[in-house]
Nanobody, 125 residues
Framework: QVQLVESGGGLVQAGGSLRLSCAAS????????KAWFRQAPGKEREFVAA????????YYADSVKGRFTISMDNTKNTVYLQMNSLKPEDTAVYYC??????????????????WGQGTQVTVSS
């Protein structure tokens, strides 16, 4: 069973950058599909970015495309979310998630069965 621990959140001014990390336990993490979701106060959890286990395919929500990048370091068993040009509307708790590998990109939170505890990102205007 894979366990996930996020870090890297914090307070940043609009236009700034943050890099979130999601460290995984378990030697099979490289064979999992990974994703990042976020949830702002009073809103539903929404998809941010996803990566298939091969790392060859990534997918982004329109709201973050061109600003955020998902990546994976298999040697560190860690998935990252590089966030640039941050906006106040990016403020949310960010969660990493994993699921057994599939043949297509999955962006629905209900399809992910392993979650981290979340890390707060606050972007001030």
């Amino acid at each position: 069973q894979v366990q996930l621990v996020e870090s890297g959140g914090g307070l940043v001014q609009a236009g700034g950058s943050l890099r979130l990390s999601c460290a995984a336990s378990g030697r099979t993490f490289s064979s999992y599909d990974k994703a990042w979701f976020r949830q702002a106060p009073g809103k539903e959890r929404e998809f941010v970015a996803a990566m298939r286990w091969t790392r060859a395919t990534t997918y982004y929500a329109d709201s973050v495309k061109g600003r955020f990048t998902i990546s994976m370091d298999n040697t560190k068993n860690t998935v990252y979310l590089q966030m640039n040009s941050l906006k106040p509307e990016d403020t949310a708790v960010y969660y990493c998630a994993a699921r057994p590998r599939s043949s297509v990109i999955v962006t629905t939170s209900a399809m992910f069965d392993t979650w981290g505890q979340g890390t707060q990102v606050t972007v001030s205007s």
